[in-house]
């Protein structure tokens, strides 16, 4: 009898050691403070930055670019969204300003979640839309997509925001009540909705990337064979998709490197490690934020009005050429020119004064040559 019990207190010892061994395996999310204080600085800049870019912006394409194309349609609604997602961010600053802790409920916490991940997949979806927008009107210029007017681009970007809305609609679904207020929880056991959330997350990503770079390659391929590196729009144009790319770049694949490794972490039970990429995850995403903020550079690059636009408001046209003819002057700036132009005006200058004067006299002595 005093052997079964050992026997049995035994097998009870060892199988409460699994259960902890593999609740051990289990690796939780430890909260940091560094990741706070740096976020929380970070998206204040951006949210400045992205209204007071994308608020001219808006006003430019509204009020004075005329008349609009296809390619000003897509800039707009990536304007739109851009300056939806960044006015969401100041409830994200309080969020990390109280190490994230949500005070505003449930019901906000879904709208706030919402508004950033649809109007973040409506910024890449619109990216896109400019730079097949580029590569139709430089490689099949006579298609019909590429002379599309302005209410059928309309009509695709209402198509484009429907679908989108769709795609992000399960973040309006009820969830549980939490004093947490986060879209993505990379490496633990969530529902089939985030799962869905987390992969479209990535898909987008190689989705659009995909896209972009055949965007990209075909159009070097075919100014290249035509001879067209010379002219202007095939230029801008490889301007617009170089722009595109670096953005897209810096602003995204972060997050996607440190999700993929957030996610292999949690899958081999890394436990340091999956906590160290899973923050270094969190703060990536403030550079998709970063998104909203650079975009005004590539609106200067697809739109050439924009930037004379900008600069008419602003009135730094006007103050950088006074500068600039203040610091060189004519003479300064293209010496050889100026001699020229002088000479020829002292030329002109001779040959009208020689025509008034007697067919004897000589201008430059003011006296009569006697034959």
């Given amino acids: ?19 902890m061994e593999g609740e051990d395996k289990s690796c939780s999310l430890d909260h940091s403070p560094t990741l706070d204080a740096f976020l929380a600085p970070m998206l204040g800049v951006e949210f400045a930055l992205g209204l007071v870019g994308n608020g001219l912006a808006f006003f430019i394409f509204c009020f004075h670019t005329q008349p609009w194309t296809s390619n000003v349609v897509f800039l707009v609604c990536l304007v739109i969204a851009d300056l939806l997602l960044v006015i969401n961010l100041p409830l994200r600053v309080d969020y990390y300003l109280l190490q994230e802790k949500w ?17 973040r997949t409506a910024s890449v979806v ?25 209410g ?15 795609l992000n609609g399960h973040l309006l679904l009820p969830m549980n009540s939490s004093s947490t207020c986060l879209s993505y929880q990379l490496g633990t056991d ?10 479209l997350f990535m898909l987008k990503f190689f989705l659009t990337l995909v896209l972009i770079l055949f965007a990209v390659v075909s159009m070097w391929r075919t100014i290249r064979r035509r001879g067209l ?35 292999v972490a949690f899958q081999l039970h890394a436990c340091r ?18 998104n909203s903020v650079l975009d005004p550079v590539l609106y200067c690059f697809s739109s050439p009005s924009f930037l004379r636009q900008t600069q008419a408001l602003l009135g730094l046209t ?18 050889q020119a100026t001699r020229k132009a002088e000479a020829t005006l002292k030329m002109k200058a001779w040959g009208s004064a020689a025509g008034k004067q007697w067919p004897g006299h000589s201008p430059d002595c003011g006296q009569h040559n006697v034959p």
Avoid at 127 to 149: D, E, G
Avoid at 152 to 166: D, E, F, K, N, Q
Avoid at 273 to 290: K, P, W
Wanted: hydrophobic share 45%; net charge positive.
């Fill in 1 to 19: 009898m005093e052997v079964q019990a050992e026997l049995a207190a035994y097998g009870t010892a060892d199988h409460s050691q699994q259960m």
């Fill in 103 to 119: 005070r505003f409920g449930t019901s906000v916490c879904q709208i706030n979640l919402f508004m950033i991940s649809t109007n």
């Fill in 126 to 150: 619109f990216l896109t839309a400019i730079a097949l927008n580029r590569y139709l009107k430089v490689v099949q210029p006579h298609h019909v997509l590429s002379q599309a007017s302005v």
């Fill in 152 to 166: 059928a681009a309309a009509w695709v970007a209402g198509g484009l925001w429907g679908g989108i809305l769709l």
């Fill in 190 to 199: 969530s529902s089939p909705l985030q799962h869905w959330h987390e992969a």
């Fill in 229 to 263: 590196g010379g002219q202007a729009g095939p230029r801008r144009a490889m301007h617009v998709l170089a722009v595109v790319v670096a953005v897209y770049t810096i602003c995204f694949l972060p997050s996607i490197i440190f999700g993929i490794m957030t996610v």
């Fill in 273 to 290: 490690t999956f906590n160290t990429c899973s923050q270094l995850f969190h703060g990536s995403l403030a550079f998709t934020y970063l």
């Fill in 318 to 335: 006007s103050c950088w050429r006074g500068s600039f003819n203040k610091k060189y002057p004519p003479s300064a700036r293209c010496p």
